[in-house]
């Protein structure tokens, strides 16, 4: 099942981001989800149209596939808690078990009950995470429970029945919009015009310094112990070696990349989006160390294999979205 869901994904990428005739003959249902999206969005709510004292940040993206969602929400989540304000999360929970009431997030819950994102959402930022496919029904629950100023909905750009006050999305400077055609036909979500309707728009290997945001190594943790080593003393210590980098990433090889321009010397072993690195997979690996990410790492359980060490990877937001935020939000009232 996973190779063959590596397979379809990489046909898709090649009729998305290339020149394939086979998005031509897609393009009669594209005009079908053109339709449907301007249908349902007709029907949303208008935008503010939030709950009195919370305001609603949807941090999602125009294209199918990953572009760094997650870890610019939680870099958002800590800027906003520095600045005093009380966050709460609502994510979908992609390939969870939670597929009918919303439900909070709690420290007994792995990967597999309610996601791999808004896990490691909860482990980082540490404040509530409702999960739950309506994402106005997650809104709710997050209110009812929890005394929150600023929710934060990891995707959910096309949730248009969540009301919002600001929008983010989050795109991959040098994907772009690929072959600029709504699905199937091509990757976007919805036409390319919507970019002029939202607040913000963020772009990962992007020079420009508005748009621009940056991933930064700071150390790597080793999985079985939690010794977290410094970057600079990592790249020391396996600068000789050959490593395997192993991830389950929607983009691989940014990952392979950040590692490589490092300098270190890897293997890579790219797998679906969202999958688990199973112990059989390791036992086929014969290099010493094994680098993979936080999103690897949070859906692993029971005996670790003690070559893992996770990559301690932090987002740089730009100056000029923080500004704005700074000047949209609310002054924080002390309770």
Sequence with gaps: MTALRGAVERGLNAIWYGNSVLSWCLLPLSLLVQFEVKRRRDKAPLKG???DGVTVIVIGGLTVGGTGKTPVLIALGRWLQHCGYRVGVISRGYRSHALGEARQVAPNDDAASVGDEPLLIWRELEVPVVVGRDRLQALHALMQHNAIDIVLSDDGLQHYQLPR?????VLDGRRGLGNGRLLPAGPLREPRERLEEVDWVLERNSDDPHRGFEYHISG???LASGRLVVW?????QWGDQTLTAMTALGQPEQFFQMLTTQGLRVETVSLPDHDVIMPQQLRGIAAETVLITEKDAIK????????LWVVEIEVQLPASLLTGL???????VQT
Excluded: F, N, Q, Y
Aim: proline fraction near 6%; aromatic fraction near 0%.
């Design 49 to 51: 149209a939030t709950p």
């Design 232 to 236: 600079s003393d990592c790249l020391s």
């Design 220 to 222: 790597a943790r080793h």
């Design 326 to 332: 700074h000047d949209k939000l609310p002054t924080r």
């Design 165 to 169: 006050d600001l929008e983010i999305v």
């Design 300 to 307: 692993l359980s029971g005996s670790i294999d003690s070559r």
